[in-house]
């Protein structure tokens, strides 16, 4: 079957991957994709928030089925306008989907359900917000509600740290519409977990677990990014505490979406904390997470376009969900300045990858056939092995072994979960 991807990042060129070793797969285009995977996709100039491109598109080449990814056209509506137009997808509705384009709603949920989460208030009013925060404890968490490329989440440690982050969500808006409602929230402490799940609205079937590494500097230092790397599994996720996730936190999760008529049908993601008092939920999103993606899909051994035909189908089984056994480590090469300021526009040189090894490409464009830089998080070196130790060995074998100027990476990717395996 042709199939049709929403979306051009790290992410993307992990599903496209992930999709063409299948037997189902025909012709796979991405709409708009990069000059990375232009190698594994044909690459259309369609925006991913083009949603009256992408099923025009759709349309004149009879796609067979989509892949909607990114946050943004599933919080528009991607999925039902292509599915409105005959087109079967992979992918929550528009109404599902505000489990992540409202941080608000997804408290709500969390609150009305029992769900564990950390406390919380709202506030549409600047003066409020600041007002509350004068008697607030800290460190505390303020919150964009919408969407804002993974950025709206700020830690402060003291009242001037929270009055500023006030000022720019809500008066500012340097999230635009995002900020117009914020959350202040509990602050959590203990180890974080991402877990993506497949759910067809009745059954969820948990990937492997995954640690993402969000700071831009080495020992969790610097600017918060969309992700500097990851490691699969999360060695502080064990099986007892898998089991306590599923009773109290996923299952309850797609029972309380049904029970608001927000049957959700996808990938759902899980961000999690393992704290004293057992795990909460920080935070949901409505499709895969970038890196952890590039992480837990080159570890799954089942054919990829029938979990997500079942998905879709509601014939979602546990058993269709499959995993080889040992490790996974991305190491994500960005622009020198990420996330701030950085310059684009330099070749990428790389190697062919070797077996268990893969490249991922996320801000590259392709310019008279030479690959470029063109983004802040340019590509994922990803390796899988038996023990986690060796895969970050290889992962970061092979990212020496990419060239481009104002190349950067963190070094310590996996070096918490190594200490965690260490310890246990």
């Given amino acids: 079957m042709d199939i049709l991807v929403v979306g051009g990042g790290g992410r993307e060129h992990a599903v496209i991957k992930a999709l063409n070793k299948s037997r189902r797969a025909g012709k796979i285009y991405a709409l708009p994709g990069n000059g990375g995977i232009a190698k594994d996709a044909e690459c259309i100039p369609v925006k991913a928030t083009d949603i009256d491109g992408i099923v025009a598109f759709a349309r004149e080449r009879e796609v067979d089925f989509a892949v909607v990814t990114p946050d943004d056209p599933l919080c528009m509506g991607c999925v039902d306008a292509l599915e409105a137009a005959g087109v079967p997808c992979f992918g929550p509705t528009k109404n599902a989907a505000v489990i992540e384009g409202s941080k608000v709603f997804?408290?709500?949920?969390?609150?009305?359900?029992g769900i564990p989460t950390a406390a919380s208030e709202v506030?549409?009013?600047?003066?409020?917000?600041?007002?509350?925060?004068e008697r607030a404890s800290y460190p505390t968490v303020i919150k964009a509600d919408g969407l804002a490329l993974g950025k709206g989440a700020v830690i402060v440690n003291d009242?001037?740290?929270?009055?500023?982050t006030i000022r720019e969500m809500m008066v500012e808006k340097v999230f635009g519409a995002s900020g117009e409602r914020v959350l202040v929230e509990e602050f959590l402490t203990g180890p974080e977990v991402s877990v993506l799940s497949f759910t067809d609205g009745k059954t969820i079937v948990p990937m492997v677990s995954s640690m993402d590494h969000k700071r831009a500097k080495d020992n969790d230092e610097g600017l918060n990014t969309g992700g500097?790397?990851?490691v699969a599994p999360n060695p502080y996720y064990t099986e007892e505490i898998a089991a306590e996730c599923m009773e109290k936190i996923f299952l309850p999760t797609?029972?309380?979406?049904?029970?608001e008529g927000r049957t959700f049908k996808g990938c759902l993601y899980f961000g999690l904390m393992l704290t004293k008092d057992g795990p909460k939920v920080i935070e949901y999103n409505c499709r895969f997470g970038d890196p952890?993606?590039?992480?837990?899909?080159?570890?799954?051994?089942s054919d990829l376009p029938e979990i997500m035909l079942a998905v879709r189908g509601g014939t979602l089984a546990a058993d269709m969900v499959r995993f080889k056994k040992g490790a996974s480590c991305c190491v994500v090469l960005a622009s020198d300045g990420y996330p701030?300021?950085?310059?684009?526009?330099?070749?990428?040189?790389?190697?062919?990858?070797?077996?268990?090894?893969?490249?991922?490409?996320?801000?590259?464009?392709?310019?008279d056939g030479e690959l470029l830089t063109s983004g802040g998080?340019?590509?994922?070196?990803?390796a899988t092995a038996d023990t986690l130790e060796e895969a970050i060995g290889r992962a970061y074998a092979l990212a020496d072994r990419i060239h481009f100027e104002n190349a950067y990476m963190r070094r310590d990717i996996g070096k918490r979960a190594l200490a965690a395996l260490k310890a246990q």
């Fill in 106 to 113: 997804s408290k709500n949920l969390m609150k009305k359900y």
């Fill in 123 to 133: 506030f549409t009013d600047p003066a409020a917000a600041v007002a509350y925060l």
């Fill in 159 to 164: 009242f001037d740290e929270a009055k500023k």
């Fill in 228 to 230: 500097m790397g990851t």
């Fill in 254 to 259: 797609v029972r309380a979406m049904n029970a």
């Fill in 292 to 301: 952890e993606t590039q992480v837990v899909l080159p570890l799954l051994t």
């Fill in 340 to 367: 701030k300021h950085y310059e684009t526009g330099f070749p990428i040189t790389m190697p062919e990858p070797g077996a268990g090894e893969d490249i991922y490409v996320a801000g590259a464009k392709l310019q």
């Fill in 377 to 382: 998080r340019v590509l994922g070196a990803v």
